[in-house]
Each structure stands twice: as structure tokens, then as C-alpha cells.
């Protein structure tokens, strides 16, 4: 019975430097490379997004989502002005908690909108 091409070993470098710590997850070397070229911002939002939910937890993110960092602040939208009250309660420990998620603060503090009902006619 075939299985496949046998994968071969990395090359001796590769492993030298995996043992040395240099070894990286995509995502930390994808925020690296847009930090280098300056777009910090957009790789910081980029892991404030994929980590919101886990940071957050279900209940909060099914009303809410990040929009935007904007000098030091993330910006969310809530879909109740009742979530907006709630979250400018819990903003430090929100913030906090996102930062353990992505390993580093992230923003020093939380501005909140109420998204704008659609009215139906």
C-alpha cells in the first residue's frame, strides 16, 4: 500500500534555528513583516479580529465588533445602546483581557458606538 511521497527532513539551518528559538507561527511573522513595512496598525487590528471572540467571550461579541484602532483607542460598535453602557463598565477589564489574548496591549482605551438602526418601511 503507496503512501505517498515521504516528506524529507528540513534542511540542517532550518532545524539549527527552530532550536534556537527562531522557529515563528505564520501569523507573528505576518505582523512582523507588515510592522517592518508600516503598517503596525493594520497587523495589530488584524489580531485584535482574530482573537475577539476568544477575548470577549460569545456572549459579548455576538452584539459588538471591533471597527477600528484610532490613536491608542479601539473602537467598537454595539448594536444597543444597553451593550454601550456595558462595555464602557467593562472597557479596562475588555482591554485587558484582549491584550492576554494577543500577548501584548493593543489599545489604552475603548470608544463605543451604537450602531445606527436601518429603519424598514
Not at 48 to 74: F, I, N, Y
Request: hydrophobic share 40%.
Amino acid at each position: 500500500m503507496s503512501r505517498g511521497p515521504r516528506r524529507r527532513p528540513p534542511p540542517p539551518e532550518e532545524l539549527e534555528l527552530a532550536e534556537r528559538g527562531h522557529a515563528r507561527r505564520v501569523g507573528s511573522a505576518i505582523t512582523s513583516y507588515l510592522e517592518e513595512r508600516g503598517f503596525a496598525s493594520i497587523a495589530r487590528f488584524g489580531e485584535v479580529q482574530s482573537r475577539w471572540v476568544d477575548a470577549v467571550g460569545a456572549d459579548v461579541a455576538g452584539h459588538c465588533s471591533p471597527l477600528r484602532l484610532d490613536a491608542g483607542a479601539l473602537v467598537v460598535e454595539v448594536d444597543h445602546q444597553t451593550w454601550a453602557a456595558e462595555l464602557e463598565l467593562r472597557s479596562n477589564a475588555l482591554l485587558a483581557a484582549l491584550a492576554r489574548e494577543v500577548g501584548h496591549p493593543v489599545a489604552t482605551m475603548l470608544k463605543v458606538r451604537v450602531r445606527r438602526s436601518r429603519d424598514v418601511e
